[in-house]
């Protein structure tokens, strides 16, 4: 996708403005909401996906997370 991205601003800039400055434009701006629709698709997660369950890899904090969400039943 970056690819395609850089590939547009290179050609509004190189080619297609000598014929049309607003299609130049257009294209760019195109070009400038790729990053960002590119980072959404990547980052998205699966309705399975539970990523806030992962254990942290701290006992205690583990321990404690769990208490919260009640998972074991508060320490005595």
């Known amino acids: 996708m970056m ?3 850089i590939g547009l601003f290179v ?6 403005r000598l014929w049309s400055v607003p299609a130049a434009v257009g294209m760019c701006v195109v ?6 629709v590119a ?7 699966g309705p399975d996906d539970r990523w806030w369950d992962d254990p942290s ?20």
């Open 3 to 5: 690819g395609i991205c």
């Open 11 to 16: 050609l509004a800039w190189a080619v297609v």
């Open 31 to 36: 070009a400038m909401v790729i990053p960002p």
């Open 39 to 45: 980072a959404m698709v990547a980052n998205r997660r």
């Open 57 to 76: 890899g701290d006992p205690k904090s583990d321990e404690w997370w769990d208490e919260l969400d009640g998972k074991k039943p508060p320490r005595p």
